[in-house]
Structures are given as structure tokens and as C-alpha cells.
């Protein structure tokens, strides 16, 4: 809707939860870098999930946590949901970590939208407008360019005269 008659709004509420997005998930990976050859991506990701229920149960509170959990059939999907979009993408960026560059894998983690979108489309039906392939396309590109190798020059060589 950005691009529509009504304009984009954002409410202060979203804007900060946004910026405490982007704040935990640098923390993150920074802290995941230093700790991914200290401590095995499975201690690493109990301590982070671990750290993310204290905070939902503290803020919410223990009953509007569990009081989720206690029918089964929605136990079953947040258990799913659990395995499929939490436990196993974020092992594999720690164990990423252990591998590449925290700058290169926060930037290859920016495809995981455009997998979704993708997955959506094949299994869902979902339609993709021309703004949202062109914006999946950039993310792609930036992805691509962000794994090239680095040109660096050595020391003491100058570029050549314009």
C-alpha cells in the first residue's frame, strides 16, 4: 500500500518494535560471529530462544503464553511452525556463521522473503505484482554481489591516470 492513494503509516509502536528488530538481530549475528567457535550452534540457539521465551512471558506474561499451547491442534502448529521457521533457519545461520562472514550471511538471510514469496506462489497460488518481482530481483542481485570476491589492492599501488 505504499505506493497506493493512502500513503504509508506507521505507528510509533511499529516503528519501534521495527528498530528492535534490526537492533536484536545485528546483536545477533555479531554476538553469534564471536560465540559460533566458542560454543556449538544448538548451545548458542537454547540460549537465544532460551532468552526471547524470558522476554515474551515476562512482557505477556506466563497465561497469555501458554494459555496458546493448551489445545492440542494449536500446539501441534506452534510446534511445527517452531521447527520449520525458527529452530532449523537459525541453526543454519549459526553454523553459517562458523563459515562466512557475519556481513555475508546477514545479507544472504535477506533471502528468505523472496523464498517464501516463491514457495507461496508455487503452493499457494499466491500472485507476485511486477513491484514485488523487481524488489525480489534486487535483493538476489545485492545477494550475488555481496559474494564476489574482493578486489583489494595491494600496498602502495596507485590507480591508473584518468
Known sequence: ???GGGGLAVSPAGLAWGLASAVFFALYTVLGKYAAHRFSQWTLLAYGLGAAAAFWLVLLGPGAVLGVLAEPRRLGAVLFMAVVSTVAPFGAYLTALRHVDATKASITATLEPGIAAVAAFLLLG?????????GGALVLA?????????????????????
Open 126 to 134: 499466491e500472485a507476485l505484482s511486477p513491484l514485488q518481482l523487481l
Open 142 to 162: 545485492a545477494i550475488l554481489v555481496v559474494q564476489l570476491p574482493s578486489r583489494t589492492r595491494s600496498e602502495g599501488t596507485l590507480p591508473p591516470a584518468a
Open 1 to 3: 500500500g505504499v505506493l
